[in-house]
T-cell receptor
Framework: DADVTQTPRNRITKTGKRIMLECSQT?????MYWYRQDPGLGLRLIYY???????NKGEISDGYSVSRQAQAKFSLSLESAIPNQTALYFC????????????FGPGTRLLVL | AQSVTQPDIHITVSEGASLELRCNYS??????LFWYVQSPGQGLQLLLK??????LVQGIKGFEAEFKRSQSSFNLRKPSVHWSDAAEYFC????????????FGQGTELSVKP
């Protein structure tokens, strides 16, 4: 079984809808991250969390919110989706003391119409 | 400002030829450096990483990378490319005490000709 899983893998939604992307990990890592990938821009950090009570904004947090329900679960929400949030979204995990090595989930492809 | 630059957006090489993907960084702290590979429809897989010590690091799938502090570079190399190496490659940089955050380059797409 995969260490980092994301659901759904693909999603089509309409402008203005609320949508949640979920991430679960079995690696026992304390740190979790959400990125978006756009062609030609690489990966950009949306939010990150060092533990259940520690959540931080990344480079592009506007229009997004997150919830760390447990050490193993980190959800990303788009409160009111807009077309320029169409992207590939990745969750990643890392462990304190592991020299910042991050492990990625398979991604969620989101299309906002 | 901290940044990572991969100058080549797309590279095409023939199967069996050698490969070098370039990565340059601008970072205030002593960097940790990574190369990830993303195959079509897949997540990112760690190829190799550099933290300290020997500046030539070996990774999976026959890849290696060399850290050159004087040039702020961390180029990825493979002596003989296989068709299965066709993918997108990302260079990333982080550092101790930077909150575990990584900065990614824009990516280089590799195509392999038969």
């Amino acid at each position: 079984d995969a260490d980092v899983t994301q659901t759904p893998r693909n999603r089509i939604t309409k402008t203005g809808k609320r949508i949640m992307l979920e991430c679960s990990q079995t690696k026992g890592h304390d740190r979790m991250y959400w990125y978006r990938q756009d062609p030609g821009l690489g990966l950009r950090l949306i939010y990150y969390s060092f533990d259940v009570k520690d959540i931080n904004k990344g480079e592009i947090s506007d229009g997004y919110s997150v919830s760390r329900q447990a050490q193993a679960k980190f959800s990303l929400s788009l409160e009111s989706a807009i077309p320029n949030q169409t992207a590939l979204y990745f969750c990643a995990t890392s462990s304190l003391g592991a020299q910042e090595t991050q492990y990625f989930g398979p991604g969620t492809r989101l299309l906002v119409l | 400002a901290q940044s990572v630059t991969q100058p080549d957006i797309h590279i095409t090489v023939s199967e069996g030829a050698s490969l070098e993907l370039r990565c340059n960084y601008s970072y205030g702290a002593t960097p940790y450096l990574f190369w990830y590979v993303q195959s079509p429809g897949q997540g990112l897989q760690l190829l190799l990483k550099y933290f300290s010590g020997d500046t030539l690091v070996q990774g999976i799938k026959g890849f290696e990378a060399e850290f050159k502090r004087s040039q702020s570079s961390f180029n990825l190399r493979k002596p003989s490319v296989h068709w299965s190496d066709a993918a997108e490659y990302f260079c990333a940089v982080g550092a101790r005490n930077q909150g575990g955050k990584l900065i990614f380059g824009q990516g280089t797409e590799l195509s392999v000709k038969p």
